[in-house]
């Protein structure tokens, strides 16, 4: 070969750039690339195809599947996982995002009533499950406007979009900030690319079951769309007035811009209504509850190298929420909670490596919410909050065996100051099959507006009708009319502070790949303190005690009532040791069993009426594959004696079996499913509180599924 | 400036082949579809291989355009280009090149039959080291390292096809079903055929065929098999790299050993063997995709060892 610095006939510069391309690097040139585009095109338009060369084998390609486009295995995770796939959703005959929650250990799934399902992990705290963080598509969809609760917010998705769910077990504050103080629910949707083509399901049943659903999705390589909607109604627990029926509009676009990008595009608008209150109750009366919600969202990737990425999301979501009656004893009360709620969240992450054994992430992210409610707020501004923050995370592999994971969260809030939550996290493969799981981490609830604003203030009129009514309450409210003073329910006077939440936990994920079995054991220790309680005060700060007007009213009886205002503090808190697994077994191709158990101890550091949640809760699921494309499901829960958010009203232990038989058959090249879903086949249960009476009845429904 | 080097490396080489035009000309010529890279690696182990009695003389395939050698005794086109190149002038040579035997190396089955066909060989032994991996060994990787799939789906193209009952007949004996989808369509896209064959299969095997994969498509089929699980083998590095789980593939100093072998079969009067495939052998696997799809592989050179047991011990 002749070197390259002793001769270079100047002649040959053309030839040399006519014919030479740069094939030390593999690469063809532009001019090439173009040529063989053409010669493709040419062939292609002649009826001929293009042949195999060697560069179809040595041709250089990018990295598709970066680090960061991969799901990260269990074993390596900083942190339990339970994943919940869309064929488990399906199978699980589940019509809730909750009621599939009940396939992960430590959770349980409730409700205040049936049209408010929400699921809580470890402790029944509160009604309205504001101690997850609910993520759909990244989006988190908790309720700026009221509790913060995630019930109705989890109804916000069609659950044939889902493409799976991840559920952080344990706290992720130091990943997701102050809302994932017990864990993240991470509802994933198909991506649009895989929904091409019309897709339908019907169900009907007891229980006034009338489900629907259809999409369409369309687009090509570069492009895909899908337009999907749904319509749910029953008629909730028995003997209640929970009624309810919600419909749904969501639009999902997957787009790439250029092969280093990803662009994603989701817009929808949810609509329920409600039942709610008793027939017994005056202040709480039978009625329906209207609540709307509208969201943009929109998330951008760009792949700078295979392990360099950079996400910048944000959504918007506006809430509407609709509940007045009039107060029966004195109608010119207007009992309300409407209004409306918005959440802007913004977030830039970027993920890089270091080194190669250690890998980055880090971000920065501004949140704002507001509420505007006169009735919740005696205001007809808007009440808000807002937020900055910054997170990181260093994961390092400064060993094969061993995966070490450091990072924190810290949040700036525009009322309660500064926030940090930290994360230490190792994962240690004893055995490439077997981990071994330790870690630390702290993390904190911030008040939602309404803990930190409320101010619900009635105005009585009618002091002589409320006078001869039958309660104190009335009594005193009429005293509040006599004198011409509001009369205060809800009274936060923005002193709360946040709750925090110290975790010790210790775990083990083994896979046994000879028996086609996982284990995932959890082991762990939570200290929770400063709780935020709704307590209800002797009398609202500010306001005349009106023992002076008692006297006028020469009504002894209510010497020493107070007006009962609710207010909101902090308490000491509660420990609870637990342990919990999650075990799949899969023995033979078509079966597979789920088993989860959890055992809880809890310890209140204050003597108070507080909820309990179960010491034992087990799940066992059963998924077989039968004969001619039946399929056959059973899920069977126990849960031990518990109390939802008060002690004093314990739920004794139920059982619930749920049976679903399914047949899969093709009308011409259509697929379709057939099935038939039985909830509570073992009889109806009690649930939320005894007091309440409510049950959960067996009910049959069937479902036609097809896709075209 | 490394590109000006190696247009200056060309150049020189251009020159010498000129001016050695009269000097006695080489008895094998390598003739290079490219410098560097792949064929550089192929070039200097067929060299070595072939040791010092050959002595073969390497070139770009486009000095033979203008050199005016007297023919040599055999001609290695490595890659398809000079392949296309050398079967050029060989047919504008005259009557003594008309004899001159080649054989081909690095290139597809499928080009060295297309060109076979469309060259009567006449008298010129014809004959070549090829890149493809042989079906047997692709489904014999499925097998071994997925020993849990039995569905094997395969995206048909123009080239696939071609290979459907030869496949099929390698998948039968090892417990394998195939799974293939109507012929990818140009206007509808490869959405429709890639849908169906994740609905049916547990395992794709990608075989080389631009009309399915490409660079352009290749983004779009590790995405949609990721998402919906299904592990894709492919057949290059490369494309572990770019997300497949796993792939069999050779080396071009692999290849260049086979062709070694049939070159050295020529020397001893024996003439050229018919195409051969290479025999020896790798296996990469994407050990992170694997874990992330839940998926436990050997280790590669495990596997490599396992099939070539089941090769017959070669």
């Not at chain 1, 205001?379 to 990072?407: K, M």
Request: hydrophobic share 40%; glycine share 8%.
């Amino acid at each position: 070969m002749p070197s390259a610095d002793r001769c270079r006939p100047a002649s040959t510069d053309f030839f040399v750039t006519m014919f030479m391309s740069d094939a030390s690097k593999m690469k063809r040139s532009m001019a090439q690339q173009i040529l063989t585009g053409l010669l493709v095109l040419l062939h292609a338009g002649a009826g001929i195809t293009a042949e195999p060369t060697e560069l179809d084998y040595f041709d250089a390609l990018p990295t598709v599947l970066t680090v960061s486009r991969l799901a990260q295995p269990i074993s390596e995770t900083p942190g339990a996982v339970t994943v919940i796939d869309r064929e488990t959703i399906r199978r699980s005959g589940a019509r809730e995002l909750a009621d599939v929650l009940r396939l992960v250990p430590g959770y349980l799934a409730g409700g205040f009533n049936g049209a408010n399902p929400v699921a809580a992990y470890h402790m029944p705290l509160d009604d309205h499950g504001i101690r997850n963080l609910v993520l759909i598509d990244g989006r988190p969809v908790y309720s700026a406007y009221y509790f913060g609760g995630t019930s109705r917010g989890m109804m916000g998705v069609l659950l044939e979009d889902i493409e799976r769910i991840e559920v952080l077990r344990g706290s992720n504050s130091a990943a997701y900030g102050a809302n994932a103080m017990f864990g993240v629910i991470n509802v994933i949707t198909r991506n649009s690319a895989d929904t091409h083509g019309i897709g339908m399901s019907a169900t009907s049943g007891e229980g006034s079951i009338k489900d629907s659903y259809a999409r369409i999705g369309w687009g090509n390589e570069l492009a895909s769309f899908r337009l999907s909607t749904g319509r749910r109604s029953d008629s909730g627990y028995g003997h209640t007035h929970d009624d309810k029926i919600i419909s749904q509009l969501h639009f999902r676009g997957d787009l790439r811009p250029a092969h280093d990008q990803e662009l994603m595009f989701l817009a929808g608008v949810s609509e329920l209504a409600a039942g709610d209150g008793f027939d017994d109750k005056l202040g709480n009366p039978e009625r329906t509850v209207g609540w709307r919600n509208v969201f943009l969202q929109g998330q951008w990737k760009r792949q700078f190298s295979e392990f360099n990425e950079i996400k910048l999301a944000a959504s918007y979501d506006e809430e509407t929420y609709n509940d007045a009656f009039l107060y029966p004893v004195d109608p010119s009360i207007r009992i309300s909670s409407s209004g409306r709620g918005r959440r802007l969240n913004l977030e830039l992450q970027h993920n890089f490596n270091l080194a190669p054994d250690l890998r980055a992430v880090w971000g920065v992210g501004y949140k704002y919410e507001d509420a505007v409610s006169r009735p919740l707020y005696n205001t007809d501004e808007a009440v808000s909050i807002h937020e900055q923050r910054l997170f990181g995370n260093l994961e390092w592999r400064f060993h094969p065996q061993w995966v070490v994971n450091a990072g924190g969260f810290a949040g700036f809030h525009s009322e309660k100051g500064s926030y940090f939550s930290p994360r230490l996290m190792a994962n240690f493969h004893v055995l490439p099959d077997h981990t071994l799981r330790a870690g630390l981490t702290e993390s904190s609830r911030m008040p939602t507006l309404f803990e930190l604003a409320s101010d619900v203030r009635l105005y009585p009129q009618n002091w002589a009708a409320l006078a001869t009514a039958g309660s104190a309450t009335d009594r005193i409210a009429a005293i509040m009319a006599f004198s011409n003073l509001p009369f205060r329910l809800f009274y936060a006077d923005g002193h709360v502070a946040k709750e925090e939440l110290e975790s010790q936990e210790i775990g083990y994920f083994g896979n046994f790949r000879r028996l086609n079995l996982t284990i995932d054991v959890r082991a762990y220790i939570e200290k929770v303190r400063d709780l935020i309680v709704a307590n209800n005060h002797g009398s609202a700060p500010g306001y005349v005690f009106p023992n002076n007007l008692l006297v006028l009213l020469a009504d002894p009886t209510l010497v020493g009532t107070s007006v009962p205002v609710v207010t909101f503090g902090n308490m000491s808190g509660y420990r609870t040791r637990g342990l919990e697994y999650q075990l799949r077994w899969k023995p033979l191709a078509g079966t597979e069993f789920w088993v989860n158990q959890a055992f809880e101890r809890t310890t209140w550091t204050a003597d108070a009426d507080m909820p309990m949640p179960p010491t034992h809760a087990t799940t066992i699921a059963w998924f077989q594959k039968l004969p001619y494309d039946f399929d056959f499901g059973l899920i069977h829960q126990s849960i031990g004696a518990m109390t939802w958010n008060k002690a004093s009203d314990q739920l004794p232990s139920r059982r619930q079996l749920d049976v679903r038989l399914a047949k899969q058959f093709r009308i011409g090249s259509s697929r379709a499913e057939a099935a038939i879903v039985v909830q509570a086949a073992n009889g109806s249960l009690p649930v939320y509180q005894t007091g309440t009476g409510f049950s959960l009845e067996r009910r049959a429904f069937g479902t036609l599924r097809i896709e075209f | 400036m490394p590109r000006f080097f190696r247009h200056l490396a060309l150049a020189c080489l251009v020159y010498m082949t000129l001016v050695l035009e009269v000097a006695a000309a080489p008895r094998i010529w390598v003739a290079l579809a490219e410098e560097g890279g792949p064929y550089a690696e192929a070039a200097t182990t067929l060299k070595e291989e072939l040791g010092t009695d050959s002595e073969p003389y390497v070139v770009h395939w486009r000095a033979l355009l203008t050199a005016r050698f007297e023919p040599p005794d055999l001609i290695v086109a490595v890659g398809v280009a000079a392949l296309d190149g050398v079967l050029e002038r060989l047919g504008k040579g005259g009557e003594s090149w008309g004899h001159v035997p080649l054989l081909a190396m690095l290139v597809p089955q499928a080009v060295f039959d297309a060109r076979l066909a469309a060259n009567p060989a006449g008298r010129r032994p014809f004959s070549a080291a090829l890149i493809d991996q042989p079906l047997g060994r692709q489904l014999a990787l499925v097998k071994r390292a997925l020993p849990q799939y039995q569905r094997v789906g395969v995206l048909s193209g123009p080239q696939t096809r071609l290979v459907f009952d030869a496949l099929e007949k390698e998948a039968l004996p090892r417990g394998l079903t195939l799974r293939k989808t109507p012929l990818v369509n140009a206007t509808e896209g490869i959405y429709p055929a890639l849908k169906q064959v994740i609905d049916e299969s547990e395992v794709i095997l990608a075989l080389p065929d631009p009309s399915i994969y490409n660079s352009a498509s290749l983004q779009n089929i590790l995405l949609t098999t990721y998402r919906a699980r299904i592990p894709l083998v492919a057949f290059s590095p490369a494309y572990v790299k770019a997300g497949a789980v796993m792939a069999v593939y050779s080396t071009p100093a692999q290849v260049a050993r086979r062709a070694a072998e049939m070159v050295r079969q020529w020397q001893a009067g024996r003439g050229l063997p018919l195409p051969q495939k290479p025999r020896e052998f790798e296996v990469a696997v994407n050990e992170r995709v694997a874990a992330s799809l839940g998926l436990w592989i050997d280790a590669p050179n495990l596997i490599v060892d396992d099939l070539r047991r089941q090769e017959g011990g070669r």
